[in-house]
DNA sequence: ACGATTGTTGCGAATCGTTCGCAAGAAATC
DNA sequence: GATTTCTTGCGAACGATTCGCAACAATCGT
């Protein structure tokens, strides 16, 4: 059973985030996503719910939730394309595989985050905020197959 | 005592890539940086030794060495802007942190990699080959300034 | 409920970083 | 040193993102 969580409307406004129509339609668009979107992405579904929304304000809507920590951007290793992703920034951190050879990403969470943060933070005195732990190879089923694409 | 290993140069001599002088003035280059350089400081230091190499030419080399594994991309979580930054990969692996507050850049190296690579090999059975592990946080420094910059 | 205030939007042009297509040139191979 | 194959310079084009500004809308105080 998934844990209750803030909605992002909710931690938007919780952050003195004034609540456009525009912001509400991109925050609803995010939660609802069933896969990692790029700025044209969520513009284009943004457009289907009101079409006057321009591309510029899906930008710096995202930009502004970044700011805010509320979003997360992912590169997902720049394998597709130099677009960058856009998440909510999830209760429970979790990592991204990309499999270079299928596409597949992979995302496993755990205590990655927890550790790293309370390793880093003890040998370098660094305060870890924001992460992005990406990295590229082959998942399980890519690995045995033996062509070197 | 440094340790000593294959020049960039010769790493790409055992790759077989065809060695110009304009690759060789990168390479030579990369090797000597004394910081994260993008693809126009490249460019900027390499027209400096040899004022006829192109902009076209930087990008193509970085793209090459960076798809050989021999030089590894950064984002340095895009505070200063959205370049990439490049590194030539270094034997041991260490993670960037950020401060986005004054900008600096720790580079821990330690087992993290090692560690992380297994645990993710153990748990999911993905095969890591290249990683991009930045943190976007506070250095100690500006941990203990109160204002909220 | 209303007006004042302050922040946000649409717009389309501009900017930034990067890649392209192609003919001329250079490295490696024979 | 001729042949093959890969790389380069060039400048235009590209894709993604941001800009500047006037019109507009959310919020606050009354």
Known sequence: MPVARETLIERMRAKGVRLTEQR??????LE???EHLDAEAVYRRASGRDPRIHRATVYRTLNRLKKL???DELDLMHKESERHYYEIRPSVFHIHLVCMRCGRVLEPSGPFWDDLKRRVHDETGFRPEAARLEMGGRCAACHSKSDDR
Chains 1, 2 share one sequence.
């Open 24 to 29: 509400r339609v991109i925050a609803e668009l």
């Open 32 to 34: 609802e996503a069933d």
């Open 69 to 71: 920590g509320l979003v």
